[in-house]
């Protein structure tokens, strides 16, 4: 796909990502931190779209907590297409949006949805993968989500269940589903024909806008009102008043999964199989495999420190930029060190990290949220 | 016992303490840390003695890494009587050299030898042990040692066989032995008359400096003439030149086992059975446990933090001062943060710390040590 194709990026950028406290914060959410590499992950989501998209192409949904940051981490894209929502109203009024504001700009434009804090191990593949859906996108009312191969029955994913028919390599997508529990999920990996929701979508701003004005009939005119009022001196005010008013929800429950009901044929929803190494990076425990996958230390041990003493120790994952770390006789640890907190819990316990976040919210230590 | 008595306590503050690292450091040593409260260790070990003696009396024996900062914290002692070893010689030359240098200013001096890192919960208790010591040791050529009923097979301390003839509640020492093993140390917890020994002893300058002379006859006369010269001009130089040729031994292996073979009658070695609630603090297990059964958490928690959120965590120490600590789904952790340095351990592992410094000693690493 060449740079002047009708392909524009849409990065959703509004998450909070306790489950990285203590590195993350309110105003330094997941998206923002170089969790894999030096680039942080909202640079490397932009990073690897670059080739199928310019800078002026891409636009970026987020809050007023995250917007200057992520202005600053993205200097080569247009400011005014960094939009902090007034307030947090899930992916469809943001995605919603977005398609209202490139219909203006451009009827065929096909919009590419991705969030702004993923790994993507294999990014040739992956960029394959969104051409091939971006074509498919632009081919009519065409609805193509990008399905991940599931490696083990995880239950914190939606799933999306496919049907046999094919169009090329993509898949007619017969229904989506909520989080599983833990024997329904290992029911779908055994199914072979189901995929995990990647959160990454295709589909034309037409598609898009028709979708919402048929499935979230009062929102739809309300995202088209601030669309209209984009570039005008309104434009602050108009999305201040009438974005709250959004219905608050995803674009997985408003559009995709009442879609899907109509039957495969009548849809038009399709998965394009993706395998290009994904990973959503959901807890510091997947970071840790992240990490582990990619240097594959032979005690299994991922300390970042300024240096490292190891005695007994396995399946660490330690974060002490700047000490000396010393580990000994611990196993399956996650151990993160700030310049004002210190989180010390397991592998097996990282999930918790979000009731820390919720204690601190409660008893209004604002600093350390 | 009034202050105008002939009382010198001589602190032994020359300790590494490698065992606390990171807090612990060459120049931070485990006596000069406040472990327990807020004074540290060698202004308790001072305070708790200050109504046995005024502070001109006491001599600390330390090295030169350390004597500034005690001289900080200790600013109503006499600088002239906090003595730095040019090089470490282990207890024996410094408790002589104490004894040769009280001997010139009161020959009926009777000094009183403690470890500068050591807490002590019965203070009352304590003070009127040492009395009855020092009246013991004062009493001819009597050496006085305070031993601690063992609570615990401990294989980490020396032992001392308490023989049945008593002097008052002073019983004759049948002999010290070394660090036992499990077994033996299970025995001698059994056996009813064997004692821990505390490290602090009481005896007269004069019986200390003839025990010298008889047992280390080639180290008495170099700190006799390091005696001579304190107070003159030509003092540091002398220490310097002499002091690395004293033997390099400790006080027990020097003096007492020696003069325990000569038999119960012939010795005249005394253990005062001491209960005032000793705690050498040895590890971070043990200052765990010191805690533990000072402030009786029900979780078995000690953390000292900013703030804390607990969940799901047992027997967990942690000391990172400043920081809000979140233990989630941990047990029996030690955890231990400075600026420079990041312990992560187990109460089972935390005597291990020792091989941390080692190795941060090969490498060179002298800012960390």
């Keep these: 796909m060449a740079k002047n194709s009708n ?9 909070r990502g306790t489950r990285f406290w203590p590195l993350s914060r309110k105003k330094r959410a997941k998206q923002l931190l170089a969790l894999d590499g030096k680039q942080t992950m909202i640079q490397q989501t932009v990073a690897r779209l670059l080739l199928l998209a310019s800078p002026k192409r891409f636009w970026v949904i987020t809050n007023g ?19 902090a929502e007034p307030v947090g109203r899930n992916t469809a009024p943001a995605i919603g949006l977005a398609a209202f504001l490139l219909l ?11 969030p702004s804090d993923h790994v993507i191990a294999d990014e040739k593949r992956f960029r394959a993968t969104v051409e091939r859906g971006a074509e498919l996108a632009a081919a009519g009312e065409n609805i193509v989500v990008l399905g991940i191969k599931p490696t083990r029955p995880e239950t914190g994913y939606g799933y999306i269940e496919a049907g046999n ?12 589903t909520e989080k599983p529990d833990a024997a329904k999920a290992a029911e779908f990996v055994a199914a072979g024909n189901y995929f995990w929701n990647s959160g990454m979508f295709l589909w034309s701003a037409r598609t ?5 004005r048929e499935h979230l009939p009062n929102t739809a005119p309300l995202l088209a009102q601030i669309a209209t009022a984009f570039g005008t001196s309104k434009f602050a005010a108009t999305f201040r008043r009438l974005y709250p008013k959004c219905e608050n929800i995803s674009i997985d429950y408003a559009v995709l999964e009442p879609r899907s009901a109509k039957g495969e044929q009548a849809a038009n929803i399709f998965c394009l199989p993706a395998d290009f190494g994904w990973n959503d990076l959901g807890s510091w425990t997947a970071l ?16 970042h420190g300024a240096g490292v003493f190891v005695l007994n120790a396995r399946g660490n994952y330690v974060h002490a930029p700047g000490k000396f770390v010393a580990a000994i006789g611990v196993s399956d640890l996650v151990v993160v060190e700030t310049d004002d907190a210190l989180l010390i819990t397991t592998r097996q316990h990282a999930q918790d990290v979000g009731k820390v976040v919720k204690y601190l919210d409660e008893k209004k230590l604002h600093k350390l949220v």
């Design 7 to 15: 392909f524009y990026p849409v990065i959703l950028a509004g998450g």
């Design 65 to 83: 907590d995250l917007r200057r940051a992520i202005e600053k981490q993205l200097p080569r894209l247009p400011k005014a297409q960094v939009l």
């Design 104 to 114: 203006r700009e451009n009827a065929d434009a096909v919009i590419g949805m991705f």
């Design 165 to 176: 028919s094919l169009r090329g390599e993509a898949l007619r997508v017969r229904r989506f």
């Design 208 to 212: 898009l806008a028709n979708a919402l």
């Design 288 to 303: 840790h495999e992240h990490h582990i996958s990619k240097s594959k230390p032979p005690e299994g041990n991922i300390i």
